[in-house]
């Protein structure tokens, strides 16, 4: 049964460190998203990728954060430096047609 | 304005009835999708199913079905039958455009189904 991971599961950093999440798509899925899960804004779309080429990262802060797919198999998220109003689930979901993603479990992180 | 609008923050359901949860939409696209995904309490996002614009008939995955009505701008989700386990966040989501390949999802804030034995 094919999935999406991503490690870390969970994370707690200090304000000012980096944070590096890491996501591996379904082999064959072309389409990698990261979204961002908040109490207070819901889930939103932070960047995607296609064929590993950057499609759209409006929705990162970009002084920041870094999206980058360094081959198929590996998507990363990088924060730096951290900020405690970084603190949210980040999930990594992949797809191929436009029926469908799948998400991964989520990387829970916690900026202190 | 929002492009996604979820109207019910919470919902309490007596189990085995069925449920509605509410979902409109704001696009000037021809071509989009929606979507539903449940979110239990183990924080994974669930995809439920999916209707393109251009699909005549309603979407159907089992218990769950997928109300839409293209001019009203309404794609309400439909669960028969309802379990304990389908407590959970519901939320709706759409795709706008027709590029290639899968596109971003745009989310509603959430419903909150509660079933109650």
């Known amino acids: 049964d094919a999935r999406v991971t991503q490690t870390p599961r969970h994370k707690v950093t200090e304000m000012g460190q980096e944070v590096t999440m890491r996501c591996q798509p379904i082999l064959g899925h072309n389409t990698v998203f990261w979204y961002r899960q908040t109490m207070m804004q819901g889930l939103e779309l932070l960047a995607y990728?296609?064929?590993?080429?950057?499609?759209?990262d409006s929705g990162m802060p970009k002084d920041r954060f870094s999206a980058e797919m360094p081959d198929a198999t590996l998507a990363t998220l990088k924060i730096q430096p951290s900020e405690p109003r970084d603190s949210a689930v980040y999930f990594c979901?992949?797809?191929?047609?436009?029926?469908?993603?799948?998400f991964g479990p989520g990387t829970r992180l916690t900026v202190l | 304005a929002q492009k996604i609008t979820q109207t019910q923050p919470g919902m309490f359901v007596q189990e085995k009835e069925a449920v509605t949860l509410d979902c409109t939409y704001d696009?000037?696209?021809?071509?989009?999708?929606l979507f539903w995904y449940k979110q239990p309490s183990s924080g994974e996002m669930i995809f439920l199913i999916y209707q393109g614009s251009y699909d005549e008939q309603n979407a159907t995955e089992g218990r769950y079905s997928l109300n839409f009505q293209k001019a009203r701008k309404s794609a309400n989700l439909v669960i028969s039958a309802s379990q304990l386990g389908d407590s959970a966040m519901y939320f709706c989501a759409m795709r706008e455009g027709s590029g290639g390949g899968a596109d971003g999802l745009t989310f509603g804030k959430g419903t909150h189904l509660i079933i109650q034995p």
């Open positions: 990728f296609r064929n590993r080429a950057p499609l759209d």
């Open positions: 979901a992949s797809g191929f047609i436009r029926a469908r993603q799948f």
């Open positions: 696009t000037s696209d021809q071509s989009y999708g």
